[in-house]
């Protein structure tokens, strides 16, 4: 059954640092999501991308993110100078359609930790 | 802005017990999704409710979505161990362009023998 992936699983960063989280989506599906987790806390939308392009974006995702399809598969969230407290879970989700029964399907997570 | 409520956020119960949790949100939506979340992994799809009145069974596992009251429950029917989790009500506002799925703050489900 296919599946959205992610790596790395766990990256650890220091603060300042530039990190780029990696997804590949569900190969026929067409609008790409991220979103973060930070541990205990309810999952929090932070952008979403369709045909090369954001189509929506949270307060969160600021000009320190930025997100990126430079290939046909990979996904990418890029965090300049990362702060405490972007210590969290990042999950990608990918999406065949919009509407209707179109769920959105979600990768295993990149946790991040900034120390 | 939307809010997503659900209660309760934690819950202890015990095997073969019955229970529902709920999810309250505050505008009008084109649909809401429930997802289960066990310690350390991913969100896993459980139901996609569209229409008001609409119901859906899995297992042990009731969802249902009534539009008018912006509410939906999710109902546990005889409750095992294995359904211990986090469970999350997710929702897409009318009109919500590319979806970004705002979220509940999740009922953490613990089963007890």
């Known amino acids: 059954e296919p599946e959205v992936t992610q790596t790395p699983s766990h990256q650890v960063t220091q603060m300042g640092q530039e990190v780029i989280l990696r997804c590949v989506p569900i190969?026929?599906?067409?609008?790409f999501y991220w979103y973060r987790q930070i541990l205990g806390q309810k999952v929090e939308f932070l952008v979403s991308f369709y045909n090369n392009e954001i189509s929506e974006k949270s307060e969160i995702f600021d000009d320190q993110f930025s997100v990126e399809r430079p290939d046909g598969s990979n996904f990418t969230l890029k965090i300049r100078s990362t702060k405490l407290e972007d210590s969290a879970m990042y999950f990608c989700?990918?999406?065949?359609?919009?509407?209707?029964?179109?769920?959105?399907?979600f990768g295993p997570g990149t946790r991040l930790t900034v120390t | 802005e939307l809010k997503v409520e659900q209660n309760p956020l934690f819950l202890s119960m015990q095997e073969g017990k019955n229970y529902t949790i709920y999810c309250n949100y505050s505008?009008?939506?084109?649909?809401l999704y429930w997802y289960r979340q066990d310690p350390g992994k991913s969100l896993e799809s459980l139901f996609v409710l569209l229409s008001n009145g609409a119901v859906k069974q899995e297992g042990r596992l009731m969802a249902s979505l009534d539009t008018k009251a912006r509410l939906s429950t999710l109902h546990i029917t005889a409750a095992v161990h294995d359904l211990s989790a986090t469970y999350f009500c997710a929702v897409v506002p009318s009109g919500g362009g590319a979806d970004g799925l705002t979220f509940g703050k999740g009922t953490h489900l613990i089963i007890q023998p």
């Open positions: 989700a990918s999406s065949e359609s919009l509407g209707g029964a179109y769920e959105q399907y």
């Open positions: 190969s026929n599906h067409l609008y």
């Open positions: 505008t009008t939506s084109d649909r």
